[in-house]
């Protein structure tokens, strides 16, 4: 499967398109509303449903990194109780506060 990208659509180009759409005749706005929410719902499956509104997931970017990356972890041999004596004892005292 090949990822296409999104287009984003600037408030110029969307007011454009609004010109555009309020030019037609009203049997076609429906006709063109009707053709846009079944494209919408095509490329974007309703996947649950939270409090009876559709929940839509949008496809991954292309340069997304791995979930492994963003998690903050890293490996380590120690254990945690090492890891957080280490912690203690590397603090510092930076200044001292008056109150």
Sequence with gaps: M??????????????GYVALFQQLAPKDQTILLGALTESAQ???????????????YLPKPLDARPFEEL?????DDRSAEEIV???????????EVNL
């Design 2 to 15: 090949v990822a296409m990208s999104t287009l984003h659509l600037s408030d110029t180009l969307l007011d």
């Design 42 to 56: 095509s490329s974007h499956p309703v996947l649950e449903k939270q409090d009876d509104f559709p929940v839509y």
């Design 71 to 75: 998690c903050g972890g890293w490996e």
């Design 85 to 95: 004596e280490d912690l203690r004892q590397s603090r510092t005292r930076t200044r």
